[in-house]
Nanobody, 124 residues
Framework: QVQLVESGGGLMQAGGSLRLSCAAS????????AAWFRQAPGKERDFVAA????????YYADSVKGRFTISRDNAKNTVYLQMNTLKPEDTAVYYC?????????????????WGQGTQVTVSS
């Protein structure tokens, strides 16, 4: 049974930092790309960042570029999202996703596995 379990969300003041973690189990995580998406209330789920199977390639949404960093530790079957200089508009539920290909994608429809999400709230 495939599981992606996110952790690390919470309430933070603007300008602060949080690190999200996503622990994968039930599939060969190290062979496949992973990504983070987020969904704010009343809005669609948006791409945040993605990373290839090896970690050699990373991609970011323009809104988070230079502030967020995606990384992975294949030995621990875990992907991370370091979020710095947080803004109120970063408030959302953040979802971890796993793709059954080594290369990453911006499109949520191309990810097979999803976590339950973790809430990030940034106050002004």
């Amino acid at each position: 049974q495939v599981q992606l379990v996110e952790s690390g969300g919470g309430l933070m003041q603007a300008g602060g930092s949080l690190r999200l973690s996503c622990a994968a189990s039930g599939y060969t995580f190290s062979n496949y790309a992973a990504a983070w998406f987020r969904q704010a209330p009343g809005k669609e789920r948006d791409f945040v960042a993605a990373i290839s199977w090896s970690g050699a390639s990373t991609y970011y949404a323009d809104s988070v570029k230079g502030r967020f960093t995606i990384s992975r530790d294949n030995a621990k079957n875990t992907v991370y999202l370091q979020m710095n200089t947080l803004k109120p508009e970063d408030t959302a539920v953040y979802y971890c996703a796993g793709r059954r290909r080594g290369s990453s994608s911006y499109y949520s429809s191309e990810y097979t596995y999803w976590g339950q999400g973790t809430q990030v709230t940034v106050s002004s």
